[in-house]
DNA sequence: TGCGAACGTTAGCGATAACTGACGGACGGG
DNA sequence: CCCGTCCGTCAGTTATCGCTAACGTTCGCA
């Protein structure tokens, strides 16, 4: 098979992606940003299950967004901002192409300026 | 309505991030960050339907994250980097509380290396 | 050793999302 | 004026996702 979509769903960007896409796990990660808390604590700060929130913990350690630690029974959690740095990669990859595209605007827009100026004279 | 869980979907940065989820649409800005491009050159990059493509253009376009452009029976688009301010901003955020834990930390272990010291003398 | 607390895990359900195929509309050339 | 091109839109299908309820596991404490 020579040429595969390269989605095999095993990028590290590509899960952080889906990871973060959820806006409830977002909402998990901006609360672990600060302080480490336990899947409880967690839990009780939204309207939903614990179920569900653990579930939304092991998405977000399976992306590498998060740490985890146990301590007796409870475990804590902790934002990875590392996690991120493909996400960041990609988003200044982007911007950096439009910042060219934009000197090369301008580039063309001077080039023809220029030549205008030729015809002229 | 007075509390509502505020998940209406309509957040900016909840369109783009979902958008974004999808490797396939990541792959189409890709494509148009540098060059504009028509919806059937789009299209003839990918193995999927032009159907598929277009879905993905009108998820992109509405999320911000393109613009289009016509000319005669053609649709040029090009990638919106405004688009992603959004995320960036998200993005900074989380890593500049992390600095701030970071910072926070060695705050905390200077203090306790100063009672240290007091107790000492 | 027994018991309760703190979590993760599994099965199942409803909703959403991505894809395909068929169709319709706008534009330009002969 | 008709026809081919280019493209978006509309059903319909399948897969994936987020959620709940019930169960299993690990740990601390009396």
Redo the contacts between chains.
Sequence with gaps: MP?R?A?A?G?PL?EA??A??E??R?AI??LV??DELAAGEIAAAF?VTRTAVSQHLTVLKGAGLLTERRDGTRRLYR?R?EG?AG??E??DD??A??L??ARRLVEADRAARERSEEEIR
């Design positions: 040429s979509a989605a769903a990028e590509d992606m889906r973060l896409a806006p409830r977002r990660l901006r940003a600060h309207e934002a901002p991120l996400l960041r990609f988003l982007m911007w192409s439009a060219d595209d």
